[in-house]
Structures are given as structure tokens and as C-alpha cells.
């Protein structure tokens, strides 16, 4: 991920930063907060970002973004294990 702009905030909710970045190889890809991957809303948007609580930006899993020589990435659903979102790990 090369980020070269940001303007996301903290979701008054749930606590995870939302809003869009702009990155090098896939333009502006938005971040999600926890309220839209847990709605499914998040499932519309490919590729997508989601902002954790302590400012860690990562693809979502099963997101497809192109890497830094502009392939296609696709990221399965086991490469994040337990690191998945839920509400009890809101710090
Ligand atoms: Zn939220």
C-alpha cells in the first residue's frame, strides 16, 4: 500500500477510522469502519480499506487491489486469521 493521501476520521460508533485514501496504484479506494463491514456494506466496494482503531489501514480480505507492479492482488479471507474486525477488539 502507498498511500499519498488520506482523509479518513474516527467513526463516532465504532471507533474505526473511515472515510478514503488515495493510493498510488488503485486511485481512491474508500476505508471502512466496522458499522459498514458488519451492515455488508463494505461487500460492494472492491478494492476497500479497513481503517482499525489504532490507525492501521489494511486491505479488507477478499479485496482484489493491484500491488506495486500492477498486478491484481487478491487477498483470501484466511491471510487476516483472527486479525478480523469484531467489537470486542475495540481498544
Ligand atoms: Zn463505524
Do not use: T
Request: include cysteine; proline fraction near 7%; aromatic fraction near 12%.
Amino acid at each position: 500500500m502507498n498511500i499519498i493521501s488520506k482523509k479518513i476520521k474516527k467513526c463516532e460508533k465504532c471507533g474505526y477510522y473511515h472515510g478514503f485514501i488515495n493510493e498510488k496504484f488503485n486511485g481512491k479506494v474508500p476505508v471502512v469502519c466496522y458499522c459498514d463491514l458488519s451492515s455488508g456494506r463494505a461487500n460492494e466496494l472492491n478494492p476497500v480499506i479497513i481503517g482499525f482503531p489504532d490507525g492501521r489501514l489494511l486491505w479488507k480480505p477478499i479485496s482484489d487491489y493491484k500491488d506495486e507492479n500492477g498486478k491484481f492482488r487478491h487477498i483470501p479471507y484466511f491471510a487476516m486469521g483472527s486479525s478480523i474486525p469484531s467489537q470486542k477488539s475495540k481498544i
